[in-house]
């Protein structure tokens, strides 16, 4: 077996992993939250920030985003913090009633299309508490 051929063999393995595994699709809604994190993370921002849904935008609070389990708007907040796991800092949802929270970018596009439209006010508080 020569080098060539050694080469081309795992340009085909690396070929067919790549096809097995695609990368997952990033509509623009995900495109747009990662680029306001990293901004975020541009500016240096390395302290938790967060706010309520009502805090951001009136019109949340009373909205339904999880009608199974019967919480609205006023039941969370946007948080930017720290990944335990990874040191990095994110926006995560945080349910203030049950205490989980979830990574923005995997709520569901209903939730993220509405807190896209709030990422200026949220960007204000934090100006505001830089101001301080």
């Known amino acids: 077996m020569?080098?060539?051929t050694t080469l081309i063999e795992?340009?085909?393995?690396?070929n067919q992993?790549?096809?097995d595994n695609p990368a997952k699709a990033q509509s623009k809604i995900d495109r747009e939250i990662f680029m306001f994190e990293e901004e975020l993370?541009?500016?240096g921002l390395s302290f938790e920030v967060d706010a309520n849904?009502?805090?951001l935008d009136s019109s949340l609070g009373q909205h339904v985003f999880n009608s199974t389990h019967g919480f609205i708007g006023q039941d969370y907040c946007?948080?930017?913090?720290?990944n335990p796991q990874t040191s990095v800092w994110y926006l995560v949802v945080l349910n203030n009633k049950s205490n989980g929270q979830?990574?923005?970018i995997d709520c569901p596009d209903e939730m993220k299309v509405k807190l896209l439209s709030t990422f200026s006010v949220f960007a204000s508080k934090i100006a505001g508490m830089l101001k301080d």
């Open 17 to 19: 992993i790549i096809k």
């Open 41 to 43: 993370r541009e500016l």
């Open 53 to 55: 849904f009502n805090e």
């Open 2 to 4: 020569t080098n060539n």
């Open 10 to 14: 795992l340009k085909e393995k690396m």
């Open 78 to 82: 946007l948080k930017w913090t720290k």
């Open 102 to 104: 979830k990574g923005l």
